[in-house]
């Protein structure tokens, strides 16, 4: 799975954290049962957010519910509660569509596995597949997936035309456009179409992020191998970036402050602090020697269970439930 959002179970505590891995398996068992098994390979945490959103506004007497889900791997072969209905379909759709057209721009790349010659036809295939797939569902949900698949086209080409000088944002644009319609047809779908505008602003911005935080991440692979990367392609500033990124946060905050929701709470975590700490993570990872860089922390006797006992001097004489909170600011505890 991937993703920006990485939440820490512990920050968003035991109901908070049930109902987001309700959302995420529940999207993986729309994958599955829309498309196929072989579509549970589009499964992102990114793409939960939707579910979420669309959740949120619902009123209660319309608010999809829940199903047990049999066991898994990837929950220790536990049974699950799991989302279901129309939200976690929206947001598998538009989970795979965006990962088709990923797996389209490797394989026309020759980049990663799907770029290998004896698996590029292969690669191709399965991405049409995918796009007509969801299309079809799309259609079923009221959403034109071909929003999605023009932006991923236009992207295309402004990545060809960009130099020093560009404008980031101008590169970014198609990827905003995308996730801006993905947010706001959440809205249309929980029958709350007032919503509509302020969150297509706020995945506008999330959009923005997460394709920032892309080049981030991967600025130094693509240097090491040839590949293009916005940020260097524009010769942007890794400060620039960063305020643009954490621009964006705020701007999503004041977004969703003009929507209506009947429980924001999972809302404001991810879109929030759990957005606020994947900027902090991004940056502090792929540029450590920057003033922003978290530093390691050292091995306590005392912690949370999440980090294992490696506080940070920022809480170091915490208490264990503090602790947590504290430690995953300022080091990827990878829970």
């Not at 994958?31 to 549970?40: T, Y």
């Not at 706020?202 to 940020?231: C, K, M, S, T, Y």
Request: one cysteine or more.
């Amino acid at each position: 799975m991937f993703g920006i959002i990485r939440p820490c179970r512990h920050r968003l505590g035991g109901e908070l954290g049930a109902a987001w891995r309700a959302h995420l398996c529940g999207m993986c068992l729309a994958l599955r049962d829309d498309h196929g098994q072989v579509a549970r390979l589009a499964t992102n945490y990114d793409g939960l957010v939707i579910s979420v959103l669309a959740e949120a506004q619902a009123p209660a007497v319309t608010r999809p519910g829940r199903r047990v889900a049999g066991p898994c791997p990837l929950r220790g072969m536990r049974r699950a509660q799991v989302a279901t209905g129309d939200c976690a379909r929206l947001a598998a759709t538009v989970s795979l569509v965006l990962a088709a057209a990923k797996v389209r721009d490797h394989a026309a790349d020759g980049d990663g596995i799907a770029g290998r010659p004896g698996l590029r036809h292969a690669a191709m295939a399965l991405a049409r597949d995918w796009e007509a797939r969801g299309a079809g569902i799309g259609t079923e949900l009221g959403f034109d997936t071909a929003i999605l698949t023009e932006a991923v086209s236009r992207q295309e080409s402004l990545e060809a035309h960009a130099g020093p000088g560009t404008p980031l944002l101008a590169v970014t644009e198609p990827t905003e456009t995308a996730t801006g319609a993905a947010f706001g047809h959440t809205a249309v779908l929980a029958g709350q179409p007032g919503n509509e505008a302020a969150l297509a602003e706020a995945g506008r911005l999330f959009g923005r992020i997460a394709h920032l935080l892309d080049a981030v991440e991967d600025q130094a692979a693509d240097a090491a191998r040839g590949a293009w990367n916005p940020i260097t392609a524009t010769g942007t500033p890794v400060s620039e970036v960063r305020r643009l990124c954490e621009d964006a946060v705020t701007g999503i905050g004041l977004a969703l402050a003009d929507a209506d929701f009947t429980d924001r709470r999972l809302v404001d975590a991810l879109l929030g602090s759990e957005l606020r700490a994947a900027v902090h993570r991004a940056f502090g990872a792929a540029y450590a020697e920057g003033p922003a860089a978290p530093e390691k922390g050292r091995r306590r006797r005392r912690g949370c269970g999440c980090c294992r006992g490696r506080c940070c001097d920022a809480c170091v004489d915490a208490a264990p439930e503090a602790c947590c909170s504290a430690c995953c600011e300022n080091i990827d505890c990878s829970c």
